[in-house]
Every structure is written in structure tokens, then in C-alpha cells.
T-cell receptor
Framework: EPEVTQTPSHQVTQMGQEVILRCVPI?????FYWYRQILGQKVEFLVS????????KSEIFDDQFSVERPDGSNFTLKIRSTKLEDSAMYFC?????????????FGPGTRLLVL | DAKTTQPNSMESNEEEPVHLPCNHS???????IHWYRQLPSQGPEYVIH???SNVNNRMASLAIAEDRKSSTLILHRATLRDAAVYYC??????????????FGKGITLSVRP
């Protein structure tokens, strides 16, 4: 069964450093998402992406964050200058379409620790 | 988005049925009811969804109240692998490109051997 993959599984970085989290969505999917989950808290939406543009972003997704689909398969989340509070599990998801019934498929996540 | 209310936690015995309730009294006529679950240290996983009629799939059944103000996710025979946080999520008619999932705290299901 096709699945969303994410790399790396774990990333440790120093505060102020840039990190890039990578995702390979399911191949025929058109919509891509990033969510994050701070330890012990809810899963929070960050951004959705379609047709090489951001469709929607949350208040969390400020100027320090950016997303890109650099080629036909990868979808990346960049954090320009990491803060301690960026420590979280980051999940990528993808879906075929955008209608209400559409299922989002999540990757296993990247655990980011900012020191 | 309309709000859902779920108990914090529930315990079940292995191989017994589990009924996970969700209240959504402010649901609108076009809101779909989705259930996702999150196994420990994993990403969320789709379970089932419905609009008005009860639904069955290989993972679970979804029973929707006639007035749609509540629903119940039914796991017919719980296994240890079903121990997870289960999220009941309403998906509103998209305005513009709004298709995000809004997760609450969910209900933590524990399964006793």
C-alpha cells in the first residue's frame, strides 16, 4: 500500500539554525499538508499546499516557515531560524483531492528537538 | 468549524467491542464526521467517515444519530493494537481552499489483555 514517507525521523539542532524536513507524498496525490504536535498536545495544522502554492496557513506558520515542492516527488518544510518552541513532531500528509470526504494520509513524522 | 466533545479516556478488554462516543451538537447539515486515530509514536491514521447513514469498513463501524448531534465509533473486537488516541473531527464545507483537519484532544483508548 502506498504511504507517505518522511526524513529524517529525528533531528536535533541548535537554536537559530535552519532545518529542512522532507516528505515524499503518495505519488498521485495533489494536496499536501504539514501539521505539528508538541509533546503532550494536540495535532495542529500548519499549512496546506496545492498547485505549487500555499492554499491555507495557520497563525503558527509565520515568516520563519516556508514550504516547497522542489521536484515531482518531494515536499519540504523549512524553518529558517529555529526556536526552542519549535521542538515538536512534524507530520506531513497528502490527499488526492480536497472534497469533504477526502482522506488525508499521514507520514510517520519527524521529531525535531531544538536545543 | 463545529466543535466535537469526546470523553478523555476509555478502557476496554481485548476481543470485546468498544463504543467510542462523540458529541457534535452544533453540526451543520453539510458537515462530514471523520474519525482518525493516532497509535503511540505514529502519525494520525484515517479510520472512517460518514454524513448521515451508518458506515462500515474493515476497521470499524460508524453509527450516526438520527439528528446527527452525536456519533459512535464501534470497534467490533478490540485488539491490543487498537490502543490509540481516537479523534472525532467534523469537516465543514470548504470555503476557498480550507481543507485542514482540526484535531481536538481525542479519546485515549486503552485495551487490557
Amino acid at each position: 500500500e502506498p504511504e507517505v514517507t518522511q526524513t529524517p525521523s529525528h533531528q536535533v539542532t541548535q537554536m537559530g539554525q535552519e532545518v529542512i524536513l522532507r516528505c515524499v507524498p503518495i505519488s498521485n496525490h495533489l494536496y499536501f499538508y504539514w501539521y505539528r504536535q508538541i509533546l503532550g498536545q494536540k495535532v495542529e495544522f500548519l499549512v496546506s499546499f496545492y498547485n505549487n502554492e500555499i492554499s491555507e496557513k495557520s497563525e503558527i506558520f509565520d515568516d520563519q516557515f516556508s514550504v516547497e515542492r522542489p521536484d515531482g516527488s518531494n515536499f519540504t518544510l523549512k524553518i529558517r531560524s529555529t526556536k526552542l518552541e519549535d521542538s515538536a513532531m512534524y507530520f506531513c500528509a497528502s490527499s488526492v483531492g480536497q472534497v469533504l470526504q477526502e482522506t488525508q494520509y499521514f507520514g510517520p513524522g519527524t521529531r525535531l528537538l531544538v536545543l | 468549524d463545529a466543535k466535537t466533545t469526546q470523553p478523555n479516556s476509555m478502557e476496554s478488554n481485548e476481543e470485546e467491542p468498544v463504543h467510542l462516543p462523540c458529541n457534535h451538537s452544533t453540526i451543520s447539515g453539510t458537515d462530514y464526521i471523520h474519525w482518525y486515530r493516532q497509535l503511540p509514536s505514529q502519525g494520525p491514521e484515517y479510520v472512517i467517515h460518514g454524513l448521515t447513514s451508518n458506515v462500515n469498513n474493515r476497521m470499524a463501524s460508524l453509527a450516526i444519530a438520527e439528528d446527527r448531534k452525536s456519533s459512535t465509533l464501534i470497534l467490533h473486537r478490540a485488539t491490543l493494537r487498537d490502543a490509540a488516541v481516537y479523534y472525532c473531527i467534523l469537516r465543514a464545507l470548504p470555503t476557498g481552499a480550507n481543507s485542514k483537519l482540526t484535531f481536538g484532544k481525542g479519546i485515549t483508548l486503552s485495551v487490557r489483555p
